[in-house]
């Protein structure tokens, strides 16, 4: 059975940095599209980044030059590194898997704030 | 980049009443187009891929169509436990970009 479990998330100041960790079970991280989504406080779905089996990555816009996706082949996981965090990152951020997204996490809490 | 237009923002409309959800890109996408539905609470779920092929256990009061730059989630007859907010996404190539949503309501 497929499982994601998402965590680090928590309260950072604006210009910190934050480090996201999704654990997966069921299946390795290097098989499959794994993606980050996120989803700001009263708005929509937001896209935020993918690395594909092959390893090639890709961002939103938005989180372009500030965030890193990768895997950590050793441990199953897929991880978001963000920094110069911003205000408007406020999100609870979920990762999922597959193209589209079929299986997703619980998702992990970021609130950017002074 | 293409941009997800979905229409309509909200919606209320009666059990048992056939609802429509558009969702429109700016360049074709060829059948690469999903659906989502999240409920309160819940995480989102895919309900169609390959803009009309319905996931694994999804009723069959959920259909999608469309081609190129339109296309279309229709719920055939509205059920209760269908209140949600409903989102497309592309994933033809990155960004996989979500439409900003459509929430459905019982009237």
């Known amino acids: 059975e497929v499982q994601l479990v998402e965590s680090g998330g928590g309260l950072v100041q604006p210009g910190g940095s934050l480090r996201l960790s999704c654990a997966a079970s069921g299946f390795t991280v290097t098989s499959n599209y794994m993606s980050w989504v996120r989803q700001a406080p009263g708005k929509g779905l937001e896209w935020v980044s993918v690395?594909?089996?092959?390893?090639?990555?890709f961002y939103a816009d938005s989180v372009k030059g500030r965030f890193t996706i990768s895997r950590d082949n050793s441990k199953n996981t897929l991880n978001l590194q963000m920094n110069s965090l911003r205000v408007e990152d406020t999100a609870v951020y979920y990762c999922?898997?597959?193209?589209?997204?079929?299986?997703w996490g619980q998702g992990t809490l970021v609130t950017v704030s002074s | 980049d293409i941009q997800m237009t979905q229409s309509p923002s909200s919606l209320s409309a009666s059990v048992g009443d056939r609802v429509t959800i558009t969702c429109r890109a700016s360049?074709?996408?060829?059948?690469?187009l999903a659906w989502y539905q999240r409920k309160p609470g819940k995480v989102p779920k895919l309900l169609i891929y390959a803009t009309s092929t319905l996931q694994s256990g999804v009723p069959s009061r959920f259909s999608g169509s469309g081609s190129g730059t339109d296309f279309t989630l229709t719920i055939s007859s509205l059920q209760p436990e269908d209140v949600a907010t409903y989102f497309c996404q592309k994933y033809n190539s990155a960004p996989w970009t979500f439409g900003q949503g459509t929430k459905v309501e019982i009237k």
């Open positions: 690395i594909y089996s092959g390893g090639s990555t």
């Open positions: 360049q074709g996408l060829s059948n690469n």
């Open positions: 999922a898997t597959e193209r589209p997204l079929g299986y």
